[in-house]
């Protein structure tokens, strides 16, 4: 297919549907308003409206992924709109699928033609498509964040800057957030001016996108970038996509960071007609670049937009619902929706008051096993919801020693593990040898007496003849400081070259390929024999075998029927032939051989997003972060850890704009409980070495009082409960007081005689370290009632705790 633009873009993909065998289902269908029964009239305005931009302004448990597949639908079995103009976007590839298939069960095979993905996923695609236009070959791999920092540190070690002494995360995150906002190295470059940390940052950016380059890779962030200036910088490309996708959907738009905001609006601005979805009541992801303003804005990036508020929540109880609207109305930068409900009343939120840490973690097992032993929930129903990871430890030592089933989620993914790690970088360095990060990897894996020095010596060669590791190694016997281990090295590349002519020979399909790939490496032997030595517990081929499940299944769902495209032309309009690609016109990337379905299956294993792997069949209560819950809900919702400087967290609340996102994680948090909610905090609690007694979270004292049943341990009873009160009131009215307390902070540790405390300490100050000496203090970050600081002692850089370093001032 040729880069030109499509002129009469409707007319081409209805007939490529027809070609397809989709013309016969191209009249309305006279049943499509029977997809409005049982909708609300908001959900209904929503499915209806077809052409001009729109906002839907979802509220939690409002039933927006059924609007959104049903407006789908209606649209093509109503308004005959072409599958394959349509463009659905979402943030996880569990959304994309769901949605996938909720689609191909309102308009069956016809969902095929329609784009849906995540945001990663649609852009990589396009960009193969284009890639040399980048400086990019199309079969560029995709690095996780593992690859990625290991080519940051690969970077700081090649330009001498120890990782002592600048954390390689620290310069990762940086480079992130430089990409999201547009700062090529140039440019970042002169923007870190005399700043030290930014110049090596710089320095470090700089040296990392060339070892990408060299790599033929992307990360993440470069996904989103490239397909920016793909857009912005070639207009016949851009006006391809405008006029292929007459319609665009966009869902979780609260949670889309720049980049992603400039590529919607660049394919938006053609056709007019987008319509995105989102709750800017739910926008948590600061941290990753979302930006809760473009949610905001949007009537005004698309003057006359019709908004759309779906305000009814088919999820919880009026209660929960209550508390939810409570909270996020202290918010102030916010679209105005209040959520509702025809169902139950409910029963009130209680609030626990423990005495400890310990004391959290036993109530909230022992009312789960109540519960559970009762039959009003299983296991599954419940969850424990937190602010930090920290907080998890005693819940599951209290949960194990009761006997209750669990899980913790945003453990370590299937993709992580190391064997899994291992054989996926086999398959990239099958499926393209110039990938260097692949090679590195699994040289030595097995291990074949190849050392660091040796795979140093041939990174330099590659370095220097501007070649691939791979193709240094082949040839190993040129090289005068590679003679020594050439038998070794070339047994490898002999390994990986008969590995790719199987792979081309297509006689296994996906899965036996794999199989193969498994047992030619060594590494099940490997493994096996690791087992027997230390007695692991962990089978780690069994991990392998479910690699191959998954890969009889990929292959399955996309091993395609061969098609002669070369033959197939169509008129553009002015009489000019048209070179078709089958993928251009299908969302559900397909191949008909094995090499085909390992180069589709290496990007979907890439893509792999946090949340994919989560799986709610199995019986046992559910451990995570807030932000994980994000989408899920529950029975029974433990909210723990509600204390200031816990939830809220001390970094939020030295800003107005993170406090209203910590506002809206507690608004996510409260909106995952359909029947029951609990929220607990104690009043001493051990949290990074320290003992601190925080006053209770702002966000318990925001909730109405009568939707709240309070409990846990009494305080002095106030002066002022009237004669009368039964013991019952007055206790609950006592914990009421108690919550409202203040509270003063416990020092675990006494400092030294003069010390600074964390409260004294601010940027630029001089201190004196008893050890160290003078010196500045170059950052300080609240944490846990301490403060984590950097101080610089005449050029030697110190992380430190501020309530244990014990200094003066300078």
């Known amino acids: 297919m040729t880069d030109g633009v499509f002129n009469n873009s409707d007319d081409f993909f209805r007939d490529m549907e027809s070609i397809y065998g989709q013309g016969e289902e191209m009249l309305s269908d006279p049943d499509a308003d029977r997809l409005l029964e049982g909708l609300n009239a908001e959900q209904k305005a929503a499915v209806t409206h077809l052409n001009g931009p729109l906002l839907i302004l979802a509220g939690a448990g409002s039933g927006k992924t059924r609007v959104i597949t049903y407006r789908i639908a209606y649209m093509i079995r109503k308004h005959n709109v072409a599958p394959s103009s349509i463009l659905a976007i979402t943030f996880t590839n569990k959304a994309a699928n769901e949605m996938r298939q909720r689609i191909e069960a309102l308009i069956g095979d016809r969902s095929k033609f329609i784009w849906c993905g995540t945001f990663h996923s649609i852009f990589a695609r396009i960009l193969r498509r284009h890639a040399e236009l980048l400086g990019y070959t199309k079969n560029f791999s995709i690095i996780d964040t593992d690859d990625q920092a290991k080519l940051i540190k690969d970077s700081m070690k090649e330009l001498d800057i120890a990782d002592s002494q600048f954390k390689p995360r620290s310069i990762q995150n940086e480079i992130s957030n430089a990409k999201n906002q547009f700062h090529d190295t140039e440019e970042y470059s002169i923007l870190a001016g005399k700043d030290y940390f930014q110049s090596v940052v710089a320095r470090v950016y700089k040296r990392y996108q060339e070892k990408l380059l060299a790599n033929n890779a992307m990360d993440f962030d470069d996904i989103l970038v490239n397909m920016v200036k793909l857009l912005e910088n070639n207009p016949d490309i851009r006006e391809l996509y405008r006029n292929k996708f007459n319609y665009i959907m966009v869902d979780e738009y609260q949670d889309t960071n720049m980049p992603q905001y400039r590529a919607v609006m660049q394919l938006a601005q053609g056709s007019g007609n987008i319509c995105v979805v989102g709750d800017d009541d739910q926008s948590i992801y600061s941290f990753r670049g979302a930006d809760v303003r473009l949610i905001l804005k949007f009537e005004k990036d698309f003057p006359g937009s019709q908004v759309i508020k779906l305000e009814e929540n088919y999820r919880s109880t009026k209660t929960i619902l209550n508390a939810a609207n409570c909270v996020i109305a202290n918010n102030k930068k916010r679209k105005s929706k209040h959520l509702r409900t025809e169902g139950a009343e409910g029963d009130k939120i209680i609030v626990m008051n423990a005495d400890t840490g310990n004391g959290e973690a036993d109530f909230v097992a022992r009312t789960i096993k109540m519960m559970a032993d009762k039959g009003k929930f299983k296991y599954s129903d419940c969850a424990v919801l937190y602010r930090m990871n920290a907080l998890s430890r005693n819940i599951e030592t209290s949960l194990h020693n009761m006997g209750i089933p669990f899980r913790v989620y945003g453990g370590m993914r299937f993709y992580d593990r190391k064997e899994i790690k291992d054989i996926l970088a086999y398959l990239k360095l099958i499926n393209d040898t110039n990938d260097n990060i692949a090679f590195e990897r699994i040289i030595n894996v097995p291990k074949r007496g190849i050392g660091d020095a040796t795979i140093e010596k041939i990174r330099q060669y590659a370095m220097s003849g501007d070649t691939s590791m791979f193709d240094v190694a082949m040839h190993a016997v040129d090289y005068p400081e590679l003679v020594r281990s050439a038998s070794k090295i070339c047994s490898f590349t002999d390994l990986i070259n008969s590995m790719r002519e199987k792979l081309v020979e297509g006689e296994l399909d996906f899965a036996q390929f794999v199989d193969y790939v498994e047992n030619e490496s060594g590494i099940i032997e490997e493994i096996t024999e690791q087992r027997e030595k230390k007695g692991e517990i962990i089978d780690r081929v069994e991990n392998l075998k479910e690699l191959l499940s998954e890969a009889a299944e990929y292959d399955k769902a996309h091993r395609a029927e061969p098609v002669d495209m070369d033959t197939l032309e169509i008129d553009d309009g002015d009489g000019l032939p048209v070179e078709v690609d089958d993928d251009f016109f299908f969302d559900t990337a397909t191949s008909d051989t094995t090499e085909g379905i390992l180069g589709l299956y290496l990007e979907n294993a890439s893509l792999f997003t946090e949340g994919d792997d989560y799986n709610d069949n199995d019986d046992y209560v559910k451990l995570m972060t807030i932000h994980s819950a994000k989408g899920l809900e529950f029975g029974a919702v433990f909210i723990i850890g509600m204390e200031e400087g816990v939830f809220p967290s001390y970094r939020s609340i030295q800003s ?47 909730i109405n009082p009568e939707l709240l049943y309070l409990m846990g341990s009494k305080r002095e009873a106030p002066k002022d409960v009237p004669e009368g009160k039964t013991n019952r009131e007055k206790s609950r009215q006592s914990i009421a007081s108690a919550i409202k307390s203040q509270f003063t902070a416990e020092k675990a540790n006494a400092r030294r005689e003069d010390a600074l405390s964390p409260s004294d300490l601010f940027e630029g100050m001089k201190v004196i370290h008893p050890r160290f000496g003078e010196g500045v203090i170059l950052k300080v970050e609240p944490v846990g009632g301490d403060a984590l600081i950097t101080v610089d002692f005449d050029g030697m850089r110190k992380n430190m705790l501020a309530n244990s370093a014990g200094l003066k001032k300078g």
Do not use: H, W
């Open 656 to 702: 107005i704009e993170d406090t209203e996102e910590e506002r809206r994680l507690m608004y996510v948090a409260i909106t995952r409980a359909k029947k029951n909610l609990f929220i607990v905090l104690s009043k001493q609690r051990m949290l990074f070495g320290q003992t601190n007694c925080n006053q209770p979270s702002r966000f318990i004292r925001e």
